[in-house]
T-cell receptor, first 113, second 116 residues
């Protein structure tokens, strides 16, 4: 069966520090991968998605970047965090079946102080 | 473009009350429709789905029927429990015309609070 792992679960980082959040998927190949941010515990904002190794599409220009160095690995990064980067970050994957939705990871709670 | 509209929350109910959370959508063709649930501090979980008109998705006592004529996918439960307190997201997947990263379009979420 397919599983998705996301870590760390919580992170407190000072303003100006770098960031690296990692997401890996098991049990499938060539998934579509997504990074979302959720502010104030409500709406979802799509940040990046990837349809293959090295292929990254950015939905919202910002202080963050994403990379996909391996088929089932998706990394969210920042060189210098801002206070406004605080939020709940969710990774998700999706196969190519039309009827299937996303499977989400358990999320990372990032607090920038 | 595609869009999903959900009723504003929070929705506060007493235990055993009937629940309806409205969801309407705008999309071309025949999208798939989904309801996700997010418990506090957790990621989203798929609750139910429907892939064609008049399909009814159901899970854990929750139901939603894909109504193409009214472009709606309202979530219902006959008797809610305190453990159902969570945020509920309606989402759509556009018809498989290819490209665009196979993305889902989400509503803004509706918070449900169930009290004893």
């Amino acid at each position: 069966s397919q599983t998705i792992h996301q870590w760390p679960a919580t992170l407190v980082q000072p303003v100006g520090s770098p960031l690296s959040l990692e997401c890996t998927v098991e049990g499938t190949s060539n998934p579509n991968l997504y990074w979302y941010r959720q502010a104030a515990g409500r709406g979802l904002q799509l940040l990046f998605y990837s349809v293959g190794i090295g292929q990254i599409s950015s939905e919202v220009p910002q202080n963050l970047s994403a990379s996909r160095p391996q088929d089932r690995q998706f990394i969210l990064s920042s060189k210098k965090l801002l206070l406004s980067d605080s939020g709940f970050y969710l990774c998700a994957w999706r196969g190519f079946s039309f009827g299937n939705g996303y499977t989400f990871g358990s999320g990372t709670r990032l607090t920038v102080v | 473009g595609n869009s999903v509209t959900q009723m504003e929350g929070p929705v506060t109910l007493s235990e055993e009350a009937f629940l309806t959370i409205n969801c309407t959508y705008t999309a071309t063709g025949y999208p798939s429709l989904f309801w996700y649930v997010q418990y506090p501090g957790e990621g989203l979980q798929l609750l139910l789905k429907a892939t064609k008109a008049d399909d009814k998705g159901s899970n854990k006592g929750f139901e939603a029927t894909y109504r193409k004529e009214t472009t709606s996918f309202h979530l219902e439960k006959g008797s809610v429990q305190v453990s159902d307190s969570a945020v509920y997201f309606c989402a759509l997947s556009p018809s498989p015309v290819g490209g665009g990263g196979n993305k889902l379009t989400f509503g803004t979420g509706t918070q449900l609070k169930v009290e004893l």
